[in-house]
């Protein structure tokens, strides 16, 4: 999915990135993916899917809050 939207970043952008690039940038985003999961899952002391699926929500609702779609 993030390689899908690499492609089209690439193409909006008019530009090509070569297969390190992707490659960097995709382990980049995975990396930070997985730390962020591990100190949440270590601070609440709950299981990774569970601390995976609360930083995705806790986005979710931080984003509608920044749109205004919430009173």
């Known amino acids: 999915m993030i390689v899908s939207y690499f492609e089209w970043v690439q193409g909006l952008q008019s530009t090509f990135w070569n297969e390190t690039e992707v490659t960097d940038r995709l382990f980049r985003i ?11 899952a270590r601070e609440a002391k709950l299981p990774h899917r569970m601390a995976a699926m609360a930083i995705g929500v806790e986005r979710v609702l931080a984003a509608k809050k920044a749109r205004g779609l919430f009173p």
């Not at 995975?30 to 949440?40: D, G, P, S, Y």
């Open 30 to 40: 995975l990396e930070q993916a997985f730390n962020t999961v591990i100190k949440r």
